[in-house]
């Protein structure tokens, strides 16, 4: 079992052969923090774990008892205002307007597997791979129940929590703040690592050592943001790719969060995950509930490269829809850089015919298709097709280009209407806004009010009209704007609080619908690149455009930063033109597709325009990449080490170890530069394997321990390795 209670102690033990989770039952009847780290062995008690000091000036529990003092103690999940200063994971205003609650101990149940929460993305078990614990808390004076809930997974390092709150009370209550989860930590010996960034430049590694007070990240923009990822890890200060403790947490949605630490005066460390308290409010009239999105949180002892793995192994075994975790992703080409909005049928066929020449296996139609859309100033919400660019209609288009041998996949940006539209002119009323106030513009359009259910109807039976003829195989739904003038009409002003969330619960609702009535559609999601590249998001869609920024260089920071919790299986990558059209950077195609191997690989640039020589190596890379697709899809990705920022090394190892794929990039030439090395990862130690690239063979541990000597740079005389923006690839072949 790897969930106990002791019930003499009142302890709780989850623990698997990785991590072990403490915590108990006070005597004032809350729950206490004991431990959460590395597996140790379970017993009867952990109490002594459980110190008390009395502290000058602290609030106590018992006036007989200096030393029972909420502000000192390690809690498991702390309301604020009996005695706590710091910031809480629950706060519920009452029906007098008070903001006090006091959760005490009712009872517990544990479970196989894993409970399903209605409308809400989560991780999923199928039965014998998890086990659940339920703690239900009960605040009698506003009768109101609180339930903690805990999987953990028998073969990961994972713990995901999530909690919920039910009104048993006749008086309404309102629901201020509700973590996913909350983490007394013993110390703050930790930096904080964070993913941050803004639109084509997402997901950059950042951090800082944690430092008294409040330190956080957070999104109050309806999405989850290119700005900070909903993700946030504490490693410790000597922890690197390889070797070290980190925790990472993540939550499993899409809309506002906020991710925290508090170190209090006695260096203990609050961590806090769960939607925004800021804006949110969500009351509760009798017998209704709330329950909170997925927290997910991974523990590793084996450096960052564990922890992402684990993630990865999670999202791929326990997240994305099954049909499509382990489903290699056809080659496709986009034509959105190579047309932008000026495209007619002919354009479109003369841009497959060249595609499917070359071996890509996917043709993808990217904004523009539909209404009167020549530029981005009209037609959003008016998803029928555009009859003066493709007078064939949509459907002739879509049979010929499946007739070439392709694939066909379409852009959608469901969430939102321009102005000019038949859509707005229809229904002003379903736009989100204040009404009488300005709202104000981005990308010249307007969000749709998704928490109403017949502005998701609508755009559900729009697109459902589209793809009600078969021929459409994959689906990128975008979303290119942010929310403002937050309020919708549908719902009472004392229900405001609800309108984010209630948001995010159509858009997942809307998916649903998609994805359960056309499972063989392969859906990316895509918010202005990466802009909501979430957890919440990988449930429905199994891929998301990782950012609209091509350019390899680029790449590098941001494909590195993402697959610190997302696979590679989950991360849009195309080889684009050059010079870039984000950053306007010369780069040379082996290196552009170096780089984009590395994710779902595609390409966004005008094949009808390439010359001989580039169709010949694209011709090529597209075999490439299709002999090690598996390896990259499914194998281990390991972010190896690297000293120094101008240069960045990736790796891949198949699960039996026997193939590797090694990228070593440099950036910027020096003058006369060191020789490179760095170690490799994961290999047998005891397997030879080939390099055909170099001729030569190698033993595991002589990769992993001396390590891979680089190409010699160029040094004014010598070296094989000359001028900016290089890669190279090598394959590593287990001989038999
Ligand atoms: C967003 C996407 C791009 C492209 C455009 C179309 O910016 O990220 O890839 O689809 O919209 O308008």
């Given at each position: 079992m790897p969930i106990q209670y002791h019930a003499s102690s009142k302890t709780f033990h989850l623990f698997n052969d990785e991590i072990s989770y403490i915590f108990m039952i006070l005597a004032n009847g809350e729950l206490g923090h004991l431990y959460y780290g590395k597996a140790i062995r379970d017993r009867e008690s952990f109490a002594?774990?459980?110190?008390?000091?009395?502290?000058?000036?602290?609030?106590?529990?018992?006036?007989?008892?200096?030393?029972?003092?909420?502000?000192?103690?390690?809690?498991?999940?702390?309301?604020?205002?009996t005695g706590d200063f710091r910031e809480p994971a629950v706060q519920i205003t009452t029906s007098i307007g008070d903001k006090i609650s006091h959760f005490i101990y009712k009872e517990h149940t544990m479970m196989e597997g894993k409970p399903r929460f209605d409308g809400l993305p989560a991780t999923f078990s199928d039965g014998g791979e998890a086990q659940t614990l339920a703690i239900t808390l009960y605040d009698e004076l506003i009768a109101c129940e609180l339930t903690l809930y805990y999987t953990i997974f028998h073969d990961l390092a994972v713990i995901t929590r999530s909690s919920r709150v039910e009104n048993k009370g006749a008086q309404p209550i309102k629901i201020d703040r509700l973590m996913s989860t909350s983490i007394d930590f013993y110390d703050n010996h930790f930096v904080m690592m964070q993913l941050d960034g803004a639109w084509s430049r997402e997901r950059h590694v950042q951090e800082r050592p944690l430092l008294n007070g409040i330190q956080a990240i957070s999104s109050a923009r309806g999405a989850s943001g290119a700005f900070h990822n909903p993700f946030l890890a504490l490693r410790r200060p000597q922890t690197t790719e390889s070797q070290g403790e980190v925790y990472g947490f993540t939550l499993v949605y899409s809309g506002n969060f906020l991710a925290q630490v508090e170190v209090d005066s006695y260096d203990v460390s609050r961590l806090l995950l769960g939607i925004h308290p800021f804006g949110f409010g969500w009351n509760l009239t009798t017998n209704e509930h709330f329950q909170s999105p997925e927290a997910v949180m991974v523990y590793s002892d084996g450096g960052l490269n564990q922890m992402s793995q684990t993630f990865h192994q999670l999202f791929q075994d326990h997240l994305m829809p099954k049909r499509w975790a382990r489903e290699l992703r056809p080659i496709l080409i986009n034509n959105w850089e190579a047309t932008y909005f000026d495209f007619d049928h002919h354009k479109i066929i003369a841009i497959a015919q060249q595609a499917k020449e070359v071996g890509i296996e996917l043709f993808v139609l990217d904004d523009g298709w539909f209404g009167h859309r020549d530029n981005d100033k009209s037609s959003l919400g008016d998803w029928f097709v555009h009859k003066e660019k493709l007078p064939q209609g949509l459907s002739a288009l879509a049979r010929e280009i499946k007739a070439l041998g392709l694939k066909f996949g379409l852009w959608f940006e469901p969430e939102m209407v321009n102005e000019?539209?038949?859509?707005?002119r229809m229904h002003p009323e379903w736009t989100i806004g204040v009404p009488n106030r300005h709202k104000t513009y981005s990308r010249h359009q307007y969000v749709l009010d998704f928490s109403q259910a017949v502005v998701v109807d609508t755009v559900f039976t729009m697109m459902d009209k589209i793809l009600a003829d078969g021929l459409i195989d994959y689906i990128k739904w975008d979303m290119n704007r942010n929310i403002t003038e937050a309020y919708s009409a549908s719902l009472p002003a004392d229900r405001q609080g609800e309108f984010f969330h209630r948001y995010i619960l159509g858009v997942y609702q809307l998916y649903d619908r998609l994805i359960t009535k056309y499972p063989n559609i392969l859906f990316e999601s895509c918010a202005s690149g990466g802009g909501r590249f979430d957890a919440g998001m990988l449930f429905y869609a199994p891929q998301a455009w990782t950012s609209d920024n091509m350019d390899p260089?680029?790449?590098?920071?941001?494909?590195?930063?993402?697959?610190?919790?997302?696979?590679?299986?989950?991360?849009?990558?195309?080889?684009?033109?050059?010079?870039?059209?984000q950053v306007d950077r010369?780069?040379?195609?082996?290196?552009?597709?170096?780089?984009?191997?590395f994710g779902t690989f595609g390409y966004e640039l005008d094949i009808t325009k390439i010359s001989a020589d580039e169709r010949t190596e694209i011709v090529r890379q597209i075999a490439f990449f299709k002999q090690w697709q598996s390896v990259i899809a499914l194998g281990k990705f390991y972010r190896l080490e690297s000293a120094d920022p101008n240069y960045y090394y990736w790796m891949v190892v198949s699960q039996d170890k026997e193939q590797a794929l090694v990228a070593s990039y440099k950036i910027l030439a020096r003058a006369n530069p060191a020789l490179k090395?760095?170690?490799?990862?994961?290999?047998?130690?005891?397997?030879?394997?080939?390099?055909?690239?170099?001729e030569l063979s190698y033993y595991g541990d002589e990769l992993m321990h001396v390590g891979w000597l680089s190409e010699p740079e160029f040094t004014g005389m010598s070296g094989t390795d000359k001028g900016d923006f290089t890669a190279r690839i090598y394959q590593l072949l287990a001989k038999k």
């Amino acid at each position: 079992m790897p969930i106990q209670y002791h019930a003499s102690s009142k302890t709780f033990h989850l623990f698997n052969d990785e991590i072990s989770y403490i915590f108990m039952i006070l005597a004032n009847g809350e729950l206490g923090h004991l431990y959460y780290g590395k597996a140790i062995r379970d017993r009867e008690s952990f109490a002594h774990l459980f110190v008390l000091q009395a502290r000058a000036l602290a609030p106590v529990a018992y006036r007989d008892d200096l030393s029972f003092s909420l502000e000192v103690i390690k809690q498991e999940y702390p309301s604020y205002g009996t005695g706590d200063f710091r910031e809480p994971a629950v706060q519920i205003t009452t029906s007098i307007g008070d903001k006090i609650s006091h959760f005490i101990y009712k009872e517990h149940t544990m479970m196989e597997g894993k409970p399903r929460f209605d409308g809400l993305p989560a991780t999923f078990s199928d039965g014998g791979e998890a086990q659940t614990l339920a703690i239900t808390l009960y605040d009698e004076l506003i009768a109101c129940e609180l339930t903690l809930y805990y999987t953990i997974f028998h073969d990961l390092a994972v713990i995901t929590r999530s909690s919920r709150v039910e009104n048993k009370g006749a008086q309404p209550i309102k629901i201020d703040r509700l973590m996913s989860t909350s983490i007394d930590f013993y110390d703050n010996h930790f930096v904080m690592m964070q993913l941050d960034g803004a639109w084509s430049r997402e997901r950059h590694v950042q951090e800082r050592p944690l430092l008294n007070g409040i330190q956080a990240i957070s999104s109050a923009r309806g999405a989850s943001g290119a700005f900070h990822n909903p993700f946030l890890a504490l490693r410790r200060p000597q922890t690197t790719e390889s070797q070290g403790e980190v925790y990472g947490f993540t939550l499993v949605y899409s809309g506002n969060f906020l991710a925290q630490v508090e170190v209090d005066s006695y260096d203990v460390s609050r961590l806090l995950l769960g939607i925004h308290p800021f804006g949110f409010g969500w009351n509760l009239t009798t017998n209704e509930h709330f329950q909170s999105p997925e927290a997910v949180m991974v523990y590793s002892d084996g450096g960052l490269n564990q922890m992402s793995q684990t993630f990865h192994q999670l999202f791929q075994d326990h997240l994305m829809p099954k049909r499509w975790a382990r489903e290699l992703r056809p080659i496709l080409i986009n034509n959105w850089e190579a047309t932008y909005f000026d495209f007619d049928h002919h354009k479109i066929i003369a841009i497959a015919q060249q595609a499917k020449e070359v071996g890509i296996e996917l043709f993808v139609l990217d904004d523009g298709w539909f209404g009167h859309r020549d530029n981005d100033k009209s037609s959003l919400g008016d998803w029928f097709v555009h009859k003066e660019k493709l007078p064939q209609g949509l459907s002739a288009l879509a049979r010929e280009i499946k007739a070439l041998g392709l694939k066909f996949g379409l852009w959608f940006e469901p969430e939102m209407v321009n102005e000019v539209s038949k859509l707005y002119r229809m229904h002003p009323e379903w736009t989100i806004g204040v009404p009488n106030r300005h709202k104000t513009y981005s990308r010249h359009q307007y969000v749709l009010d998704f928490s109403q259910a017949v502005v998701v109807d609508t755009v559900f039976t729009m697109m459902d009209k589209i793809l009600a003829d078969g021929l459409i195989d994959y689906i990128k739904w975008d979303m290119n704007r942010n929310i403002t003038e937050a309020y919708s009409a549908s719902l009472p002003a004392d229900r405001q609080g609800e309108f984010f969330h209630r948001y995010i619960l159509g858009v997942y609702q809307l998916y649903d619908r998609l994805i359960t009535k056309y499972p063989n559609i392969l859906f990316e999601s895509c918010a202005s690149g990466g802009g909501r590249f979430d957890a919440g998001m990988l449930f429905y869609a199994p891929q998301a455009w990782t950012s609209d920024n091509m350019d390899p260089i680029e790449r590098l920071a941001i494909q590195h930063g993402t697959s610190m919790l997302y696979p590679l299986i989950s991360m849009g990558s195309h080889v684009p033109t050059s010079p870039n059209h984000q950053v306007d950077r010369h780069t040379s195609l082996a290196m552009r597709a170096s780089v984009a191997y590395f994710g779902t690989f595609g390409y966004e640039l005008d094949i009808t325009k390439i010359s001989a020589d580039e169709r010949t190596e694209i011709v090529r890379q597209i075999a490439f990449f299709k002999q090690w697709q598996s390896v990259i899809a499914l194998g281990k990705f390991y972010r190896l080490e690297s000293a120094d920022p101008n240069y960045y090394y990736w790796m891949v190892v198949s699960q039996d170890k026997e193939q590797a794929l090694v990228a070593s990039y440099k950036i910027l030439a020096r003058a006369n530069p060191a020789l490179k090395r760095f170690n490799l990862q994961g290999l047998n130690p005891n397997l030879l394997y080939y390099c055909p690239e170099r001729e030569l063979s190698y033993y595991g541990d002589e990769l992993m321990h001396v390590g891979w000597l680089s190409e010699p740079e160029f040094t004014g005389m010598s070296g094989t390795d000359k001028g900016d923006f290089t890669a190279r690839i090598y394959q590593l072949l287990a001989k038999k």
